[in-house]
């Protein structure tokens, strides 16, 4: 998607069916027509925050099977299959628990 497609999306589609538009940080999305033309259409425009990975528990997850499957360095489909099953049988629960805690989830 390119900056004119999406501003003719904006136009055609997305401004005229809601009051509030929300949007992530996309290059494409910062167009000053962009914002007019959700402007224009009476909308209000917002935008999320910058990505954080340390809200995002999935990432705490991925960034220790990334480094495992580093580690293990497989050559072969067969043995990075076998790294991936190793890397996420490697989160305990507890470990899991500890991620949704740290990025502001209330335990049970």
């Known amino acids: 998607m390119n900056g004119p497609a999406f501003t003719a999306y904006i136009e055609q589609i997305l401004a005229p069916s809601g009051d509030i538009v ?6 494409a999305h910062k167009l000053a027509a ?4 959700i402007e224009q259409a009476g909308a209000e425009l917002r935008f999320l925050p ?7 528990l999935i990432e705490m997850a991925f960034s220790k099977i ?10 072969t489909v ?3 299959w076998d790294s991936v099953r190793d890397a996420i049988d ?10 949704f805690t740290a990025t502001g989830y209330e335990p049970e």
Not at 22 to 27: F, R
Not at 34 to 37: G, K
Not at 90 to 99: G, K, L, P, Q, W
């Open 22 to 27: 929300v949007m992530d940080n996309l290059p």
């Open 34 to 37: 962009v914002r007019q033309a």
């Open 50 to 56: 910058p990505y954080s990975p340390d809200f995002k």
């Open 66 to 75: 990334k480094a495992l499957l580093k580690k293990a360095a497989a050559r």
């Open 78 to 80: 067969t043995d990075l």
């Open 90 to 99: 490697a989160i305990s629960t507890t470990e899991a628990r500890n991620y």
